[in-house]
């Protein structure tokens, strides 16, 4: 019979013997003997492996010779710590050890404690996420095994624009932090706008890897804040994928001049940050710092209303929905007496559009539908025909959240009514 050891730091949360306990026996870690241990590193056959206060190694050997190792990701001890159970943020460390290492007798263990009865979708998707990877990575070897309670999850990840989905929906929810984003824009290319902030940071990598996994085509990269970029993970995510382009930072706040100079087509941009003042933009580099606002405005939208969902027929179809400016861009562009700052603030502004289908775009953009005292009403351009066929046939309903509507929002409308007379 083998002996087995547990090994984690002193900080760490198994240092509560409670949790130890609940641990060992879930596990059936019968006669484990635990090791605690002051540093940040432990080595295992002259491989170190970093610790944190979640995660732990079991050693199984016999004869002084190790046969196996399980790499540990626990949960944090109670719902009420935070709304995240620390599964995305201790990710990286947890991965670092399968991508590292070189040990043919390992295997990886999420650990849930029991006190957690309804996990949050994001913890649920992370998980989710986490088991895909490891099973593509493993070849479909399970080297991972999740212990929690069978009735805690509540979303089932199946492809991208699941995981789509499932992202868009929690930006909806917790909108003041600016989480990341996943925009398909065809079937052969994605946008990915990340924050790899402290409470994000694993989240992000997550979706890379993910994404890496289960997208072949162009992985576009972008980040909210500045980082600095892990070479072992990099390295490690193009062996996957080689079609990953990371394409810098995007800085929401402070937008550097020549790229508001060439969202409005008015100086020369290149996106490597150099710039020649002198020259027009070329086509190129203007659909570059568009498409760069564009993620903002759309990660806006979604912090505002959630995912892509027509707001006028529930449409949810994310090639047929578009972020429908309510003041127009070419307003905006062609307004003499606001600065590129205040343009940009305006042309990024969740407050300043909607999530339409593109048939309701249309009908929005040509003034046959307008928005009035907290809700849409169709106009009198519409023909008797043309009403019953908006009203009765392509919308499902004409108000809106009252949550949704604020000054800012009621401003963008007056814009937009005072274009067709109203």
């Known amino acids: 019979m083998s002996n087995i050891k547990i090994v984690f730091k002193r900080d760490s949360i198994l240092a509560n013997d409670k949790l130890l306990k609940e641990l060992i026996k879930t596990m059936k870690l019968e006669n484990c003997v635990k090791e605690i241990v002051d540093n940040n590193f432990f ?15 079991i050693i199984r050997y016999e004869n002084d010779k190790i046969l196996e190792c399980d790499f540990i990701l626990t949960s944090r001890e109670y719902e009420a710590d935070s709304r ?63 212990y929690a309670q069978d009735d805690i999850f509540n979303c089932e990840l199946k492809n991208i624009e699941n995981l789509s989905y499932y992202r868009n929906e929690l930006s909806k ?51 909210i804040k500045e980082f600095k970029m892990d070479k072992n993970f990099l390295n490690f ?29 008015e100086v020369h941009y290149k996106t490597d940050i150099t710039f020649e003042n002198k020259k027009t933009p070329t086509l190129p580099e203007i659909q570059e710092a568009i498409r760069r606002y564009s993620l903002i405005y759309h990660n806006n939208l979604i912090s505002k209303y959630g995912s892509k969902e027509c707001i006028l027929c529930d449409c949810n179809n994310p090639s047929l929905i ?16 606001i600065s590129l700052e205040q343009k940009y603030k305006e042309i990024v502004d969740g407050d300043n559009g909607f999530w339409f289908c593109s048939n309701h775009d249309k009908l929005f953009e040509h ?21 019953k066929y908006i009203v009765k046939i392509t919308t499902k309903k004409l108000k809106i959240n009252k949550e949704l509507i604020n000054e800012n929002f009621i401003n963008y409308t007056l814009e937009h009514k005072k274009r067709f007379g109203f």
Request: aromatic share 14%; net charge positive; proline share 1%.
């Open 43 to 57: 080595s295992i056959e002259n491989e170190n492996f970093k610790l944190t206060k979640f995660t732990a190694i």
């Open 367 to 387: 003034g046959y539908i307008i928005f009035h005292e907290n809700r849409f009403h169709i106009t009198e351009k519409c023909s008797e025909e043309e009403f």
């Open 237 to 265: 995510i193009k062996k996957i994928n080689k079609k990953i382009f990371f394409k810098g930072w995007i800085n929401s706040k402070k937008v550097p001049t020549e790229e508001l100079n060439a969202i409005f087509k």
């Open 173 to 223: 929810k917790n909108s003041s932090n600016k989480s990341n984003l996943l925009e398909l824009l065809d079937a052969n290319e994605i946008s990915l706008l990340l924050n790899f902030g402290a409470a994000n940071n694993g989240e992000a990598w997550l979706i890379i890897i993910y994404c890496s996994i289960y997208f072949k085509g162009q992985i576009n990269i972008y980040s």
């Open 322 to 337: 578009v972020g429908a400016h309510i003041k127009r861009f070419s307003d905006i562009k062609n307004q003499e007496n």
């Open 84 to 146: 995240n159970i620390f599964i995305s943020q201790g990710f990286i460390s947890f991965m670092q050890m399968f991508v590292d290492k070189k040990m043919d007798n390992k295997n990886f263990v999420l650990f849930v404690f029991k006190q957690y009865k309804n996990i949050s979708l994001s913890c649920s998707l992370h998980i989710e996420m986490i088991r895909n990877i490891f099973k593509s990575l493993s070849f479909n070897k399970e080297v991972l095994n999740v």
